[in-house]
Structure formats: C-alpha cells, structure tokens
C-alpha cells in the first residue's frame, strides 16, 4: 500500500490513529481511562517519561506540562474526581482529522493504481520495440526476367517509405532492362537444288529424261492395277514374247 500522508492540526496527528506531539518528536496514542487508573494503582512515575503525562493531559482536555510530576499529579486529580473524559471539541478533531485522512488514503491508492498501469503499458511498448527491432533492416532483392525488384523495409509492417523506396528501385530496374545476347540463327541446309544443278536440269535433254520416267512409273501403276505387271523402257528392247501368263506359272513349269 501507498504511503499516505499525515493530517496534523495543532499538537493532533492522524496517521490511521489520533496522536498526541509533544517537543522533540514525541508522539503518544491517548490510554484509556481505566489504563490510567491502574497506573496509579499498582504503577509508579518511573513507568513512563514525562512527555507521556504531557500527551495524556493533551488528550483528554486538561492542562498540559512539560515538568514530569506537574503532569503526573494533574491527572491523578483527575481520575481521583472521575471527571477523567475525552471533551466534545477534541471528538470532533479527531473525526474530522479522520476523515481527511481517509481521502488521501483512497488517493493515494488510485496513484498506485495509475502508477501500476503505466508501468505495464510502458513493458509492454519495451517488449513491442524490442521485437519490432529485431526483425528492422530487411532488404530483397528479386530478379525476373532479367529485371531487378529491390524491396526494402524498416520494421515489420514496411512503412510508406519502404514501399516508396521499392517503387522506386523497381521503375529503375525497368528503366535500364539487361541488353539481350545476339542470337545466332543456324542456317538451314539447302534443300533445292544448287545453282549448278538447276541449271543442268533445265537443259532439253535432262527434262526428257525426267518426263519419260515419270511415265513409266505411272503406267508401271496402272499395269498393275488391271493385269501382269509388265514395265517397259523406252530406251532399251521389248520383254521377249510368252503365251503363259508370268504370274501363272507354276514353280519349274512353263
């Protein structure tokens, strides 16, 4: 708990209980009545110091002194008379004193409170920051397509000026693209014919020669198409005569 501070009026100090100051610091709770009369009963003056008897007389409303046995007997008088009583006025005192006590004890206590909270909120920032720290400072860098992206970013939710920065850096990459190697395009193989043969194969003699076998091709189809498969060449005999039909011939007989 909260140190709460003390309520004071004249020689009076509250401090959760009513006490009495006498000079150098002094300071007596008020006995009860029937502790007093048992003190001059069995008791004896050497039981308490003088200030003790002042804080007593103070107490219960009587004259107070500083002399050990002018204060010792002015109250034996008074409990020997049985006028021995806390007055009115010093009641009163005592509530109101009381009172304000208990105000500054219910303050004080809230400050704890505010003071308790504050002390957590502020951790709780610390272990934040601290987090936040160690994951500051990232930087990447991603290369597509021969283009450079470079993302850079403080903390972990990447602030707008990280993200401005990687703008940046990206519209810069795309600026200045890589220049692409030449390719080298394999040449193709001729597939017609060279300059010599072309111009062999337009000679007369070369496209006769062309023509007559593609006719021998096309009737070598036909023949076989409707009956024996004969193939002639014009340029050389005629096949020797037969009556038996070739493709009728019997293995060893003609």
Not at 103 to 130: C, F, L, P, Q, V
Request: charged letters at 25%.
């Amino acid at each position: 708990m909260a140190p709460v501070p003390e309520v004071s009026r004249d020689s009076f100090v509250f401090t959760g209980d009513l006490y009495v100051e006498t000079g150098g610091q002094n300071r007596h709770r008020r006995a009860a009545v029937k502790v007093i009369q048992e003190h001059f009963k069995s008791g004896s003056e050497k039981d308490h110091p003088a200030h003790w008897f002042e804080a007593q007389l103070i107490h219960y409303g009587l004259a107070p002194s500083k002399t050990k046995s002018v204060a010792r007997m002015r109250l034996f008088d008074a409990v020997n008379s049985g006028k021995l009583a806390v007055p009115a006025h010093i009641k009163r005192l005592e509530a109101d004193l009381k009172k304000e006590w208990t105000k500054n004890e219910r303050e004080a206590e809230m400050k704890k409170k505010k003071g308790a909270a504050k002390t957590s909120t502020a951790s709780a920032t610390t272990a934040g920051r601290k987090r936040k720290a160690e994951v500051s400072n990232v930087d990447m860098t991603i290369n597509v397509g021969g283009i450079k992206i470079s993302f850079s970013a403080n903390d972990a939710t990447a602030s707008s000026s990280a993200v401005k920065k990687s703008k940046l850096s990206t519209t810069a990459s795309k600026s200045k693209p890589a220049t692409p190697a030449k390719k080298q395009t394999a040449r193709r193989p001729a597939t017609g014919p060279s300059r010599a043969s072309t111009s062999t194969a337009g000679s007369p003699a070369v496209r006769a020669r062309q023509l007559t076998h593609v006719a021998s091709r096309r009737r070598s189809s036909a023949s076989a198409a409707s009956g024996p498969n004969y193939q002639f060449e014009f340029d050389g005999p005629p096949p020797p005569y037969s009556e038996v039909d070739p493709s009728r011939r019997r293995d060893g007989c003609q």
